[in-house]
């Protein structure tokens, strides 16, 4: 990345770490096709109480195949998407997460077809 941007290593470390304190990043990690791996992924929906909102996804954040959380104006309002080994594994996480947080209605609708768009920015 630092040749591309003619920036330093450590330029490049010091940019992103601002970059998350200011929370304009949450986390940077690999993009995989997780079906060519045998993973299965679920788009998950959520119906959080107010008050939970904020333990909720700092619970369900903490999986690493948790991503794209969504606030929605809609009776599930918390919606994310959950890659993983397998739908037990997601399945099981999903309990702590109600364990956890007391929110009992989660909702998983597996992917059944992928649609994939390409795009590219220019740094």
């Not at 079906?35 to 369900?60: G, M, Y």
Request: proline share 2%; net charge positive; hydrophobic share 35%.
């Amino acid at each position: 990345m630092g040749k591309r941007l003619k920036l330093s290593e450590l330029e490049v470390i010091e940019r992103v770490k601002r970059l998350k304190e200011k929370g304009i990043i949450r986390r940077i990690g690999g993009n995989f096709h997780s079906s060519r791996l045998n993973f299965t992924s679920t788009l998950c929906a959520a119906k959080v109480p107010e008050e939970k909102i904020e333990d909720f996804v700092e619970t369900a954040n903490r999986y690493p195949g948790v991503t794209h959380n969504y606030l929605k104006n809609h009776v599930y309002n918390i919606w994310f998407t959950f890659i993983a080994q397998d739908m037990a594994y997601i399945n099981n996480s999903q309990k702590i997460f109600s364990d956890d947080t007391g929110v009992t209605e989660i909702r998983n609708f597996p992917a059944v077809r992928t649609f994939k768009i390409k795009v590219d920015f220019e740094v």
